[in-house]
Protein backbone atom coordinates (compact mmCIF):
# COMPACT_ATOMS: atom_id res chain seq x y z
CA UNK A 1 0.00 0.00 0.00
CA UNK A 2 1.15 3.45 -1.47
CA UNK A 3 2.38 6.08 1.46
CA UNK A 4 0.88 9.02 -0.21
CA UNK A 5 -0.87 9.67 -3.41
CA UNK A 6 -1.98 12.79 -5.57
CA UNK A 7 -3.05 15.56 -3.54
CA UNK A 8 -6.68 16.91 -4.12
CA UNK A 9 -6.45 20.43 -5.14
CA UNK A 10 -9.83 21.63 -4.13
CA UNK A 11 -8.00 21.71 -0.35
CA UNK A 12 -6.38 25.30 -1.24
CA UNK A 13 -8.34 27.04 1.56
CA UNK A 14 -8.73 24.67 3.68
CA UNK A 15 -7.50 26.04 7.25
CA UNK A 16 -6.99 24.48 10.65
CA UNK A 17 -8.73 24.88 13.67
CA UNK A 18 -7.87 28.13 15.23
CA UNK A 19 -6.03 28.18 18.08
CA UNK A 20 -4.56 30.11 20.94
CA UNK A 21 -0.90 30.75 21.58
CA UNK A 22 1.43 32.08 24.04
CA UNK A 23 4.62 33.13 24.13
CA UNK A 24 6.91 34.24 27.26
CA UNK A 25 10.49 36.13 27.51
CA UNK A 26 11.88 32.78 28.34
CA UNK A 27 10.33 32.02 25.04
CA UNK A 28 12.00 34.48 23.61
CA UNK A 29 15.78 34.27 24.93
CA UNK A 30 15.32 30.53 23.78
CA UNK A 31 15.12 31.20 20.13
CA UNK A 32 17.61 33.88 20.15
CA UNK A 33 20.31 31.01 21.54
CA UNK A 34 18.43 28.49 19.06
CA UNK A 35 19.47 31.25 16.07
CA UNK A 36 22.81 31.94 17.46
CA UNK A 37 22.92 35.04 19.28
CA UNK A 38 24.73 35.13 22.49
CA UNK A 39 26.69 37.26 24.64
CA UNK A 40 27.15 39.99 21.96
CA UNK A 41 23.14 40.49 22.01
CA UNK A 42 22.02 40.98 25.48
CA UNK A 43 18.79 42.22 24.17
CA UNK A 44 17.55 39.08 22.30
CA UNK A 45 19.51 36.53 25.04
CA UNK A 46 18.56 38.43 28.32
CA UNK A 47 15.11 39.93 30.08
CA UNK A 48 17.36 41.79 33.17
CA UNK A 49 20.31 43.61 31.85
CA UNK A 50 20.81 47.06 32.75
CA UNK A 51 19.78 49.43 30.64
CA UNK A 52 18.93 47.15 28.24
CA UNK A 53 15.13 46.44 27.03
CA UNK A 54 14.51 42.90 25.48
CA UNK A 55 13.55 42.54 22.11
CA UNK A 56 11.84 39.68 20.19
CA UNK A 57 14.54 38.62 17.37
CA UNK A 58 12.00 39.64 14.68
CA UNK A 59 12.03 36.20 12.53
CA UNK A 60 10.21 34.38 16.15
CA UNK A 61 7.00 34.46 14.50
CA UNK A 62 7.82 32.01 12.14
CA UNK A 63 7.77 29.59 15.40
CA UNK A 64 4.25 30.52 16.65
CA UNK A 65 0.96 28.85 16.12
CA UNK A 66 2.53 26.80 12.72
CA UNK A 67 -0.31 23.82 12.13
CA UNK A 68 0.85 21.66 9.33
CA UNK A 69 -1.95 18.97 10.29
CA UNK A 70 -4.04 20.88 7.63
CA UNK A 71 -1.57 19.50 5.34
CA UNK A 72 -3.84 15.75 5.84
CA UNK A 73 -6.71 17.42 4.00
CA UNK A 74 -4.74 17.71 0.68
CA UNK A 75 -4.12 14.05 0.86
CA UNK A 76 -1.47 11.32 2.59
CA UNK A 77 1.76 11.81 2.16
CA UNK A 78 5.12 10.59 4.18
CA UNK A 79 6.60 13.42 5.86
CA UNK A 80 10.40 12.09 5.64
CA UNK A 81 9.13 13.02 1.65
CA UNK A 82 8.66 16.60 2.97
CA UNK A 83 10.95 19.73 2.31
CA UNK A 84 11.16 23.20 3.23
CA UNK A 85 11.23 24.60 0.13
CA UNK A 86 10.67 28.85 0.80
CA UNK A 87 9.88 30.91 3.65
CA UNK A 88 8.50 34.09 4.11
CA UNK A 89 7.24 36.53 7.41
CA UNK A 90 5.56 39.56 7.49
CA UNK A 91 5.70 41.49 10.86
CA UNK A 92 2.36 42.97 10.78
CA UNK A 93 2.74 45.22 14.66
CA UNK A 94 5.06 45.17 16.87
CA UNK A 95 5.31 41.95 18.89
CA UNK A 96 6.05 42.34 22.69
CA UNK A 97 8.31 39.98 24.14
CA UNK A 98 5.40 38.19 26.45
CA UNK A 99 1.69 37.98 24.82
CA UNK A 100 -1.07 36.08 23.57
CA UNK A 101 -2.59 35.81 20.02
CA UNK A 102 -5.11 33.61 17.68
CA UNK A 103 -3.61 31.41 15.23
CA UNK A 104 -4.30 29.53 12.27
CA UNK A 105 -3.02 27.83 9.03
CA UNK A 106 -4.30 28.02 5.69
CA UNK A 107 -3.10 25.97 1.90
CA UNK A 108 -3.25 28.98 0.24
CA UNK A 109 -1.08 27.26 -3.02
CA UNK A 110 -1.21 23.56 -4.85
CA UNK A 111 1.33 23.56 -7.77
CA UNK A 112 1.46 20.13 -9.65
CA UNK A 113 5.09 19.80 -10.41
CA UNK A 114 4.45 15.94 -11.67
CA UNK A 115 6.10 13.60 -9.13
CA UNK A 116 5.86 15.83 -6.45
CA UNK A 117 3.40 19.15 -5.15
CA UNK A 118 5.04 22.85 -4.29
CA UNK A 119 1.86 23.80 -1.42
CA UNK A 120 2.06 27.11 0.67
CA UNK A 121 0.80 27.07 3.77
CA UNK A 122 0.37 30.48 5.46
CA UNK A 123 0.06 31.09 9.43
CA UNK A 124 -2.02 34.28 10.65
CA UNK A 125 -1.33 35.31 14.31
CA UNK A 126 -3.91 37.92 15.66
CA UNK A 127 -3.77 39.66 18.99
CA UNK A 128 -6.83 38.76 21.55
CA UNK A 129 -7.98 42.29 20.19
CA UNK A 130 -8.40 41.76 16.89
CA UNK A 131 -4.64 43.42 15.98
CA UNK A 132 -2.99 41.54 13.32
CA UNK A 133 0.59 40.73 14.14
CA UNK A 134 2.31 38.40 11.98
CA UNK A 135 1.75 36.04 8.54
CA UNK A 136 4.20 33.17 8.42
CA UNK A 137 4.10 31.33 4.70
CA UNK A 138 5.91 28.22 4.39
CA UNK A 139 6.82 26.36 0.77
CA UNK A 140 6.60 22.67 1.11
CA UNK A 141 7.87 20.50 -1.72
CA UNK A 142 6.25 17.11 -1.03
CA UNK A 143 7.58 13.99 -2.92
CA UNK A 144 4.94 12.00 -4.60
CA UNK A 145 1.90 13.56 -4.59
CA UNK A 146 1.92 15.47 -7.72
CA UNK A 147 0.10 14.00 -10.50
CA UNK A 148 -3.09 15.21 -10.26
CA UNK A 149 -2.89 17.42 -13.82
CA UNK A 150 -3.18 20.92 -11.96
CA UNK A 151 -0.34 23.35 -13.14
CA UNK A 152 2.46 23.06 -12.45
CA UNK A 153 3.04 27.56 -11.05
CA UNK A 154 5.92 29.78 -11.10
CA UNK A 155 9.56 28.88 -10.56
CA UNK A 156 9.39 30.43 -7.15
CA UNK A 157 7.21 32.31 -4.97
CA UNK A 158 9.62 34.31 -3.68
CA UNK A 159 10.53 37.64 -4.67
CA UNK A 160 11.72 37.13 -8.11
CA UNK A 161 13.44 41.19 -8.97
CA UNK A 162 16.72 41.86 -9.88
CA UNK A 163 19.09 41.91 -7.47
CA UNK A 164 20.96 45.14 -5.85
CA UNK A 165 23.98 45.97 -7.44
CA UNK A 166 25.23 48.12 -3.77
CA UNK A 167 28.19 47.22 -1.80
CA UNK A 168 27.95 43.95 0.05
CA UNK A 169 28.49 43.05 3.65
CA UNK A 170 29.55 39.50 4.53
CA UNK A 171 28.48 38.28 8.23
CA UNK A 172 29.88 35.38 9.29
CA UNK A 173 28.90 32.96 12.13
CA UNK A 174 29.91 29.52 13.60
CA UNK A 175 26.50 26.94 14.52
CA UNK A 176 27.26 25.14 17.16
CA UNK A 177 27.30 21.07 16.60
CA UNK A 178 24.19 21.19 19.15
CA UNK A 179 22.27 24.18 17.46
CA UNK A 180 19.55 21.85 15.85
CA UNK A 181 18.86 20.71 19.59
CA UNK A 182 18.49 24.28 20.81
CA UNK A 183 16.20 25.19 18.10
CA UNK A 184 14.46 22.15 18.22
CA UNK A 185 12.90 23.59 21.63
CA UNK A 186 11.13 26.13 20.05
CA UNK A 187 8.54 23.55 18.65
CA UNK A 188 10.23 22.38 15.52
CA UNK A 189 10.47 18.79 17.07
CA UNK A 190 10.54 17.22 13.03
CA UNK A 191 12.89 13.91 13.80
CA UNK A 192 15.33 15.31 10.86
CA UNK A 193 16.61 17.55 12.51
CA UNK A 194 17.57 15.01 15.92
CA UNK A 195 17.15 11.29 14.85
CA UNK A 196 19.36 9.62 12.96
CA UNK A 197 17.37 6.89 12.04
CA UNK A 198 14.79 9.37 10.43
CA UNK A 199 17.38 11.63 8.94
CA UNK A 200 18.71 8.37 7.10
CA UNK A 201 14.84 7.73 5.87
CA UNK A 202 15.47 11.31 4.44
CA UNK A 203 18.60 10.55 2.55
CA UNK A 204 20.79 12.37 4.41
CA UNK A 205 23.91 10.88 6.82
CA UNK A 206 22.86 12.63 10.14
CA UNK A 207 20.34 15.18 11.56
CA UNK A 208 20.63 18.43 9.76
CA UNK A 209 20.13 21.92 11.22
CA UNK A 210 16.31 23.30 10.72
CA UNK A 211 16.08 24.88 7.26
CA UNK A 212 14.23 28.09 9.78
CA UNK A 213 17.04 28.30 11.97
CA UNK A 214 19.23 28.75 8.86
CA UNK A 215 16.51 31.87 8.38
CA UNK A 216 17.21 33.11 11.80
CA UNK A 217 20.60 33.39 11.19
CA UNK A 218 19.90 35.20 7.99
CA UNK A 219 17.64 38.26 9.93
CA UNK A 220 20.71 38.17 12.44
CA UNK A 221 22.60 39.57 9.92
CA UNK A 222 19.82 41.87 7.81
CA UNK A 223 19.70 43.35 11.77
CA UNK A 224 23.43 43.83 11.52
CA UNK A 225 23.80 45.61 8.28
CA UNK A 226 20.88 47.66 8.83
CA UNK A 227 20.04 50.91 11.22
CA UNK A 228 20.24 50.34 14.91
CA UNK A 229 16.84 51.33 15.23
CA UNK A 230 15.51 49.75 12.36
CA UNK A 231 12.66 47.22 12.32
CA UNK A 232 12.26 43.84 10.05
CA UNK A 233 8.51 44.42 8.03
CA UNK A 234 9.27 41.37 6.14
CA UNK A 235 11.46 38.44 5.13
CA UNK A 236 11.74 35.87 2.49
CA UNK A 237 14.63 33.15 1.25
CA UNK A 238 14.72 30.04 -0.72
CA UNK A 239 16.59 26.82 0.84
CA UNK A 240 18.44 25.82 -1.79
CA UNK A 241 20.82 23.41 0.43
CA UNK A 242 21.44 21.46 3.71
CA UNK A 243 22.92 22.91 6.62
CA UNK A 244 25.27 20.11 9.28
CA UNK A 245 25.08 21.45 13.11
CA UNK A 246 28.88 22.60 13.67
CA UNK A 247 28.76 23.97 9.89
CA UNK A 248 30.13 28.07 9.10
CA UNK A 249 27.48 30.41 7.39
CA UNK A 250 28.54 33.15 5.22
CA UNK A 251 25.44 35.69 4.81
CA UNK A 252 26.25 38.14 2.36
CA UNK A 253 24.24 41.11 2.43
CA UNK A 254 23.21 44.03 0.22
CA UNK A 255 21.28 46.70 1.36
CA UNK A 256 19.93 48.69 -2.12
CA UNK A 257 18.14 51.41 -0.47
CA UNK A 258 16.68 53.05 2.87
CA UNK A 259 14.20 49.95 2.81
CA UNK A 260 15.06 46.45 1.38
CA UNK A 261 18.27 44.49 1.48
CA UNK A 262 18.71 41.29 -0.13
CA UNK A 263 20.88 38.79 1.07
CA UNK A 264 22.28 34.64 0.13
CA UNK A 265 23.77 32.58 2.61
CA UNK A 266 26.69 29.75 1.84
CA UNK A 267 27.32 27.11 3.85
CA UNK A 268 29.82 24.18 3.76
CA UNK A 269 32.47 24.13 0.91
CA UNK A 270 30.93 27.49 0.37
CA UNK A 271 27.91 26.32 -1.43
CA UNK A 272 24.43 28.47 -1.37
CA UNK A 273 22.00 27.20 1.48
CA UNK A 274 19.60 30.34 1.26
CA UNK A 275 18.95 32.20 -1.92
CA UNK A 276 16.76 34.70 -3.04
CA UNK A 277 16.70 36.58 0.14
CA UNK A 278 14.76 39.63 0.67
CA UNK A 279 13.98 42.11 3.28
CA UNK A 280 12.40 45.56 4.15
CA UNK A 281 12.61 47.50 6.69
CA UNK A 282 11.29 50.27 8.57
Known sequence: MSDSAPFDPS???????????????????????????GTEDLAFTTN?????????????????????????????????RLLHAEQRVEILSDIPVEGEAEAFTEITE??????AALIVARTTGTSLDGT?????????????????GGERGPASTSDTEAEATGPTKTITYET??????????????????????????????RPILHGLCTFGFAGRAVLDVVAADAKLSSMSARFAGPVW?????????????????????RGRDGKDVLTSGIATVR
Open 245 to 265: PGDTLEIDVRQSDDHTVRFTM
Open 11 to 37: AVGARSTPKRVSWSARDCMLYALGVGA
Open 176 to 205: RPEQALIYRLSGDYNPLHSDPAFAARAGMD
Open 110 to 115: MWDKGK
Open 132 to 148: PLWRSSAGLFIKGVGGW
Open 48 to 80: NTKGVTQKMVPTMPVTLGVDFSVLKQAGKFDWA
